[in-house]
T-cell receptor
Framework: DAGITQSPRHKVTETGTPVTLRCHQT?????MYWYRQDPGHGLRLIHY???????DKGEVSDGYSVSRSKTEDFLLTLESATSSQTSVYFC????????????????FGPGTRLLVL | RKEVEQDPGPFNVPEGATVAFNCTYS??????FFWYRQDCRKEPKLLMS???SGNEDGRFTAQLNRASQYISLLIRDSKLSDSATYLC??????????FGAGTRLTVKP
């Protein structure tokens, strides 16, 4: 299994509070991703990173920010959590990135279950 | 319309059965296609990539039909351990990976 951990694994918070989720990898992969998974929607990309301090928005980035100060860590922050951000959050890594023709495989962390009350 | 659509199922089949899932995608320029497997309350894991010529891995066969913009997954001789949700993944217009919502399979004794 790819060396990806996520913390915390479960979190309950209240609307309006800030929340930071952490993804840590030991594979030295350049690309890291944050997804959310909701029933009926599949996984949707929030933000991704293609290197230290290099990040870009995904499909559902509103209300989220990210930071990557080291290769191994990718943080997802909800500045002011809302109930619509209740979800399961998955971090993923890949070696070569999003190039469509590369048949790039993404490896996922175990997920963080976030409940916003 | 979603970029990647799958029949959500559930598909309930007996052990030993053959079962097939289809997935349609809307981006005609897509180049990368995958099937991932996700067990209940676990992370998705790559099952197999899907190549233009089709590919087989043991009991699993994946096919791509570019003209009709769909990919398929065939599972032969189903095992109890095949029970999971199968996610279709296709690269989207921005070259990010777009996931279907998944098809749930339950294999029963």
């Amino acid at each position: 299994d790819a060396g990806i951990t996520q913390s915390p694994r479960h979190k309950v918070t209240e609307t309006g509070t800030p929340v930071t989720l952490r993804c840590h990898q030991t594979e030295n992969h350049r690309y890291m991703y944050w997804y959310r998974q909701d029933p009926g929607h599949g996984l949707r990309l929030i933000h991704y990173s293609y290197g230290v301090k290099d990040t870009d928005k995904g499909e559902v980035s509103d209300g989220y920010s990210v930071s990557r100060s080291k290769t191994e860590d990718f943080l997802l922050t909800l500045e002011s959590a809302t109930s619509s951000q209740t979800s399961v959050y998955f971090c993923a890594i890949s070696e070569r990135g999003l190039a469509g023709a590369s048949q790039e495989t993404q490896y996922f962390g175990p997920g963080t279950r976030l409940l916003v009350l | 319309r979603k970029e990647v659509e799958q029949d959500p199922g559930p598909f309930n089949v007996p052990e030993g059965a053959t079962v097939a899932f289809n997935c349609t995608y809307s981006n005609s320029a897509s180049q990368s296609f995958f099937w991932y497997r996700q067990d209940c309350r676990k992370e998705p894991k790559l099952l197999m990539s899907v190549y233009s010529s089709g590919n087989e891995d043991g009991r699993f066969t994946a096919q791509l039909n570019r003209a009709s913009q769909y990919i398929s997954l065939l599972i032969r001789d189903s095992k109890l351990s095949d029970s999971a949700t199968y996610l279709c993944v296709v690269n989207g217009r921005n070259n990010d990976m777009r996931f279907g919502a998944g098809t749930r399979l339950t294999v029963k004794p």
